[in-house]
C-alpha cells in the first residue's frame, strides 16, 4: 500500500470511531468493558476518541509522516513484533499507528486485558483492503520477526531483553509521571489535575501519582477540586484497592490525607499503588524541577514550565512513550 492509501485507511477508521449512532462500535465498547471491568464506559470513550481526533486526522498524519520523511511505498517493509500493554483502553495503538505508517508489517501480540478493541478495528481494515490480513497478524507468539517493541513493567522487560535483545528493539520499562506546584494554582487548574490523576483510575504511566509541593502548602482546595472524581469509589475494584491501602496506613500509623476517593501520604518514590498519591515538599523550585526533568522514570512531568495541568492523558502524534521516537527507530531499516 502506498502512504496515501495508508493515511486514507486511518482516516476512515477515525471517522468510524467517533461516528454517531455506530452500534457496531458501541457494541464492540461493551464487550470491552465486559471482559475487562477497569474499562468503564467512559474512559473507552475518552481513549477512542481521543485516538480518533488527534491521531488519525488527515492533516495531522500528512504532516507527521513527511517530517520523518516516510516513502510514498516502502520497498522492502519488515516484519515488527509488537506486544501491547493492557493497563488502559487502546493504549498501545501509537505504536501499532507508527508501524503501520512507517509501511512495515505488524505481527501483534496484544493484552488478554486490551484485545477486543484493536482486534475489532483490525478487522475493520481488513473490510475496507482486504491485503491487510496479510500485513497485519495477531499471534500468542512472537517469532521471526525482524525487529520488536515490547511495553512492560520491569521484570518483563528483562524477559523481554533476552528474547529479543539480538534483534533491532525498542524495551519499555516502569515509568510513571508527577506534578510539581508552586501553590499559585487556581481551582480550574486543579480541577485539571483531577483529570492527570484519576482518568482511567491512574493506571497509565501518563497518570500523576506523585505531587511536589512547597512547604507549607495547603491541600483543603486540592482535595476539594479532587471530589469531582469521588465516584469513582463506587467502582468495586477501585474501592477495594482504596480500602486496602487506607487500611495499610492505619495499621502502620501513617499520617495521610483523603477525600474520600484517593489518599495522599508523604513518600520519596514517584511510583505507588492504585487509590494512593504521593506528595513531597520542596524549597526550591527551580532545582527540584531540573531535578525531575532528568530523572528517567519520569514519563511526564506537570505543572508549571512542564504539561499544562489536565494534558497528561491526551498525548499528541510526537509525543513518544520513554521519550524513545517510534518513527525513527522504524525507518532506520
Known amino acids: ?153 520491569d521484570n518483563s522487560a528483562r524477559y523481554f531483553e533476552y528474547y529479543f535483545g539480538k534483534y533491532p528493539h525498542i524495551i519499555r520499562r516502569n515509568r510513571t509521571s508527577v506534578a510539581i506546584l508552586d501553590g499559585q494554582e487556581t481551582s480550574a487548574d486543579l480541577e485539571k489535575l483531577a483529570d492527570d490523576v484519576y482518568l482511567y483510575f491512574g493506571r497509565g504511566c501518563r497518570n500523576v501519582t506523585k505531587l511536589y509541593v512547597p512547604e507549607g502548602y495547603d491541600f483543603v482546595p486540592l482535595l476539594e477540586a479532587f471530589k469531582r472524581y469521588n465516584y469513582l469509589a463506587d467502582n468495586n475494584k477501585y474501592k477495594n484497592n482504596y480500602d486496602y491501602q487506607l487500611t495499610i496506613l492505619i495499621l502502620n500509623k501513617s499520617y495521610f490525607m483523603t477525600n474520600g476517593s484517593i489518599l495522599l501520604t508523604e513518600n520519596e518514590s514517584p511510583f505507588t499503588r492504585l487509590a494512593l498519591l504521593h506528595v513531597e515538599y520542596y524549597r526550591d523550585f527551580e532545582y527540584m524541577f531540573e531535578k525531575l526533568h532528568t530523572d528517567g522514570r519520569i514519563q511526564c512531568l506537570v505543572g508549571k514550565q512542564g504539561i499544562s495541568f489536565g494534558e497528561a492523558q491526551f498525548p499528541s502524534l510526537n509525543d513518544y512513550s520513554d521519550g524513545i521516537d517510534t518513527m525513527a527507530f522504524l525507518k532506520s531499516f
Not at 108 to 132: G, N, Y
Open 1 to 153: 500500500m502506498h502512504l496515501k492509501e495508508r493515511i486514507d485507511l486511518m482516516v476512515s477508521l477515525g471517522d468510524y470511531i467517533i461516528s454517531e449512532k455506530n452500534e457496531e462500535w458501541e457494541s464492540v465498547k461493551r464487550q470491552a468493558a465486559a471482559e475487562n471491568s477497569w474499562f468503564i464506559p467512559e474512559f473507552v470513550d475518552r481513549a477512542s476518541s481521543h485516538i480518533a481526533h488527534a491521531y488519525m486526522q488527515r492533516d495531522l498524519l500528512e504532516t507527521w509522516s513527511k517530517r520523518y520523511g516516510i516513502p510514498a511505498e516502502k520497498q522492502k517493509p519488515k516484519k515488527i513484533g509488537l506486544t501491547l500493554a493492557g493497563n488502559i483502553p487502546m493504549v498501545g495503538f501509537h505504536d501499532f499507528l507508527c508501524c503501520f505508517i512507517s509501511g512495515h508489517h505488524l505481527l501483534i501480540k496484544a493484552s488478554s486485558k486490551d484485545q477486543v478493541l484493536i482486534k475489532h478495528l483490525v478487522s475493520k481494515m481488513e473490510m475496507i483492503r482486504p491485503e491487510i490480513a496479510a500485513q497485519i497478524r495477531f499471534e500468542d507468539m512472537l517469532k521471526n520477526c525482524e525487529a520488536y517493541i515490547a511495553t512492560g513493567s
